[in-house]
């Protein structure tokens, strides 16, 4: 059904291709920029660069992924505000460009600055510590952490992140306080963690390796249901703590794109989710297939930027006027 509707879409294109403007015909005519804000060898980097390596297959020009990492994964936001809306400049928007924008000032409007082309994937995410900590569970963390405030550290990849405020809703409904350490990304934080310099961290799969190795323990998963490969591994959710996050991402770029070079790029990007390769990393890192289009994904970024200013509200995180 699927390769059906590519088909059909393929030949509706070549048919009305000689009415499209100019610029989409010859577009893309050089590299593009995928923007990953996210530090070099992490789970985003690696699903990328495959993204990257098979939709430049479909577009026929190379699409090159450069890192920017800092600012709980917003520096390509900033970078996508300032990008001609050419097509040759994309980012990843992570969910965070949905919430901190809530806590802090920042230099755009997530709901007028950017092109929501399409929507790939998602995140797996955890908290794990290391395999000799006595912490074997998430009743033990709050049990150490109710009989040490603010002692217990754990790491994320950025204050404002997923990762970030899912244990800050666990911790305030736990009635716990934890202390947080932010880093640049998941390399930074295994790094920190394996160091023995924080006591867990939460992330993206990025710490699978290192679980299937022994080396890293998962105490709890924050989807709302029970990975395949972790089946033994309980959700936040199941342990009532009314907790899910999966944050959803994909391909953006800047506002004011011409809808037919949006289309050639998302059509592109789309197809990668039939990239054996790109499925098999996905399943890898547990990173579910989230597909939306366009129309979807703009629909989605505005709901979510509406959502999150009530979850930091609701977490007393936002903006102290």
Not at 58 to 76: H, I, K, M, Y
Not at 107 to 116: A, R
Not at 154 to 165: A, E, F, I, M, V
Request: charged share 20%.
């Amino acid at each position: 059904m699927t390769t059906r509707r590519h088909f059909l879409a393929g030949a509706a294109a070549t048919t009305f291709g000689a009415s499209l403007p100019a610029v989409a015909q010859s577009f893309p005519s050089r590299p593009l920029k995928y923007i990953c804000p996210w530090t070099v060898g992490g789970t985003t980097d690696i699903v990328m660069r495959l993204l990257a390596d098979s939709a430049g297959k479909a577009l026929g020009q190379t699409v090159v992924v450069e890192n920017r990492p800092g600012a709980g994964g917003t520096l390509g936001a900033v970078e996508l505000v300032n990008a001609r809306p050419d097509g040759y400049t994309l980012a990843q928007l992570p969910f965070g460009v949905f919430r901190i924008p809530h806590m802090q000032k920042v230099p755009f409007d997530v709901t007028k600055d950017f092109t929501w082309i399409a929507c790939l994937t998602g995140y797996t995410f955890g908290l794990v510590v290391r395999a000799d900590s006595p912490i074997t569970s998430i009743k033990d963390l709050v049990d150490y952490a109710r009989a040490n405030p603010g002692k217990f550290s754990y790491g994320t990849p950025g204050t404002g992140t997923s990762p970030h405020l899912v244990v800050e809703e666990f911790s305030a409904k736990a009635g716990i306080q934890l202390q947080h350490v932010p880093y640049k990304g998941v390399s930074d934080g295994m790094q920190a963690l394996m160091g023995g310099h924080i006591m867990a961290h939460s992330d993206s799969t990025g710490w699978a390796p290192h679980v299937e190795s022994g080396r890293l323990r998962l105490l709890a998963t924050y989807g709302s249901k029970r990975t395949k490969r972790w089946s033994h591994v309980p959700t936040l959710e199941e342990l009532g703590y009314q907790t899910v996050s999966d944050s959803p991402f994909g391909v953006c770029g800047p506002k004011n794109m011409d809808p037919a070079v949006v289309k050639t790029l998302h059509d592109a990007f789309k197809k990668t989710l039939e990239d054996p390769q790109v499925v098999a990393t996905l399943d890898k890192y547990d990173q579910p297939i989230i597909y939306m289009d366009t129309a979807a994904y703009t629909q989605y970024a505005r709901n979510a930027y509406l959502a999150e200013k009530s979850t930091i509200e609701r977490l007393g995180m936002g903006m102290k006027s």
